[in-house]
T-cell receptor
Framework: NAGVTQTPKFQVLKTGQSMTLQCAQDMNHEYMSWYRQDPGMGLRLIHYSVGAGITDQGEVPNGYNVSRSTTEDFPLRLLSAAPSQTSVYFC???????????FGQGTRLTVV | ELKVEQNPLFLSMQEGKNYTIYCNYS?????LYWYRQDPGKSLESLFV?????AVKQEGRLMASLDTKARLSTLHITAAVHDLSATYFCAVEREETSGSRLTFGEGTQLTVNP
C-alpha cells in the first residue's frame, strides 16, 4: 500500500526560486495537511484541507500556497523561496477531520 | 493559542530502567496523540487518547491522559535500545474550519546498553 507519498525527498533551491512539493494519498482520505519540522520546534501546521476545493491556513502559512482540486492530491507551493523556509516538510492525511493522521516520508528542503 | 510543552527534551537512560515523559497543554483538547520518529524518518502513531483517565499500553510503553490537569504521560518500562527515538505528543482541537494538531517540541530518547 502506498499510503501518503511525497515527492521529491530532497530539494535544494536558490533564494527566490519557486517550486511545488507534491503530496498524494491513495486511501480516499478527506483531510490532508502540511507541516514543517524545524530543530527543537516540533511540527508546525502550514495549511490544511478538509476536502476537495476547501483549504485553510494553519499556524505558519506565510510564503506558502495550497490548492486541493482532487481528493488524492494536496500540493504545497513556495512562490519565492527564502532561507527561512529551509526545513523538513511533512504531508499527512486522515479519513476525516479528527481521525488518526498518517504521515508521508517527508521532503528535506534547503534554500541557499 | 494552544501551547504544548514536553519535558524532558533530552533523555538518556540505561537499558532496564523506567522513565516518564510529560506533555502539558494549555487549553482544552479533543484528542491527544503520541508519535515516534526515528532519525530521518516519518512519524509513526503510537497512541491516541480520547478522554480523561484514558490509559493505553503497547509493549514497554504506556500512555495516560488527565484532561483536568491538561497532562499526558508516556511511561517507559524496562527500556531497551530499540526504543531510542524522538517522541512527540500532539494535541488536536476541532475548530469550525476543521481539526488542527499542535505538536510539542519532542523528547529525544537515547537508551544506552
Amino acid at each position: 500500500n502506498a499510503g501518503v507519498t511525497q515527492t521529491p525527498k530532497f530539494q535544494v533551491l536558490k533564494t527566490g526560486q519557486s517550486m511545488t512539493l507534491q503530496c498524494a494519498q491513495d486511501m480516499n482520505h478527506e483531510y490532508m495537511s502540511w507541516y514543517r519540522q524545524d530543530p527543537g520546534m516540533g511540527l508546525r501546521l502550514i495549511h490544511y484541507s478538509v476536502g476537495a476545493g476547501i483549504t485553510d491556513q494553519g499556524e505558519v502559512p506565510n510564503g506558502y500556497n495550497v490548492s486541493r482540486s482532487t481528493t488524492e492530491d494536496f500540493p504545497l507551493r513556495l512562490l519565492s523561496a527564502a532561507p527561512s523556509q529551509t526545513s523538513v516538510y511533512f504531508c499527512a492525511s486522515s479519513y476525516v477531520s479528527g481521525a488518526e493522521a498518517f504521515f508521508g516520508q517527508g521532503t528535506r528542503l534547503t534554500v541557499v | 493559542e494552544l501551547k504544548v510543552e514536553q519535558n524532558p527534551l533530552f533523555l538518556s537512560m540505561q537499558e532496564g530502567k523506567n522513565y516518564t515523559i510529560y506533555c502539558n497543554y494549555s487549553t482544552t483538547s479533543d484528542r491527544l496523540y503520541w508519535y515516534r520518529q526515528d532519525p530521518g524518518k516519518s512519524l509513526e502513531s503510537l497512541f491516541v487518547l480520547l478522554s480523561n483517565g484514558a490509559v493505553k499500553q503497547e509493549g514497554r510503553l504506556m500512555a495516560s491522559l488527565d484532561t483536568k490537569a491538561r497532562l499526558s504521560t508516556l511511561h517507559i518500562t524496562a527500556a531497551v535500545h530499540d526504543l531510542s527515538a524522538t517522541y512527540f505528543c500532539a494535541v488536536e482541537r476541532e475548530e469550525t474550519s476543521g481539526s488542527r494538531l499542535t505538536f510539542g517540541e519532542g523528547t529525544q530518547l537515547t537508551v544506552n546498553p
